[in-house]
């Protein structure tokens, strides 16, 4: 999420925001300092085009969630857009997401949902509930 995107969300909260801690890093060379509870990335993944990129990225999850969090991602669809923003995507079903996590996080849930852009345009998203194997 950009720093605009963050100082805009903190704002909307007041002073419930504090009960937030906030990031704004580069997931391929920030390594957490804690574990989290809880990791949500909407539309992050979906940018990674290169397993590369995947692999560094769940090497930054796996070190970063607490054991018995949760992780929540949501990527375009399968039948999702092929671009976002004027850059790339990998779009995904529920099972291709969820084997890329497997076997360090197993599948709680998954859900798909057709968000309306402020364009109007309709986009299908996939959604998984993530937990860290034992």
């Known amino acids: ?38 990791w949500h990335d909407r539309a992050v993944f979906h940018f990674l085009m290169d397993a590369d990129e995947r692999e560094s990225y769940l090497h930054v999850l796996r070190s970063g969630i607490a054991p018995g969090g949760w ?22 079903s529920p099972t291709e997401l969820a084997q890329i996590f497997a076997p360090h996080f197993n599948l709680i849930d998954t859900r798909s949902e057709e968000h309306l852009t402020p364009a109007g345009l309709v986009q299908p998203f996939t959604w998984v509930t993530l937990s860290p194997s034992s």
């Open 1 to 38: 999420m950009s720093k605009v995107a963050l100082d805009n969300t903190k704002a909307r909260l007041g002073p419930t925001a504090e009960q937030v801690h906030w990031l704004h890093r580069d997931i391929f060379d920030w390594i957490p300092e804690r574990r989290f509870d809880l």
């Open 71 to 92: 992780v929540i991602i949501a990527t375009f669809d399968a039948h999702g857009p092929t671009h976002c923003s004027g850059l790339p995507v990998v779009r995904y």
